[in-house]
């Protein structure tokens, strides 16, 4: 039982776990953060080629 908390202390006191959780966390808003620009990007370029194919359109 003894060596057991002294296991249980050590992984408690070990750094490796939160760095880890904290990593991830940066990788997930980092995704959140492209996938957000790239569909605002995408919005605005199908909203500007739509306004080229209508302008062409009326003109013929």
């Known amino acids: ?3 057991f908390a002294k296991k ?3 992984f ?3 750094e490796d776990g939160p760095t880890a959780v904290e990593y991830a966390v940066m990788l ?3 995704v959140i953060v492209c996938l957000t620009a790239i569909r ?3 919005s605005n370029a199908n ?4 306004n080229v194919a209508s302008s ?3 003109s013929s």
């Open 1 to 3: 039982m003894k060596n």
């Open 12 to 14: 408690l006191v070990s």
């Open 47 to 50: 909203t500007t080629f739509s």
């Open 28 to 30: 997930a808003l980092i």
């Open 40 to 42: 605002a990007i995408g």
């Open 8 to 10: 249980m202390q050590r």
């Open 56 to 58: 062409l359109s009326s």
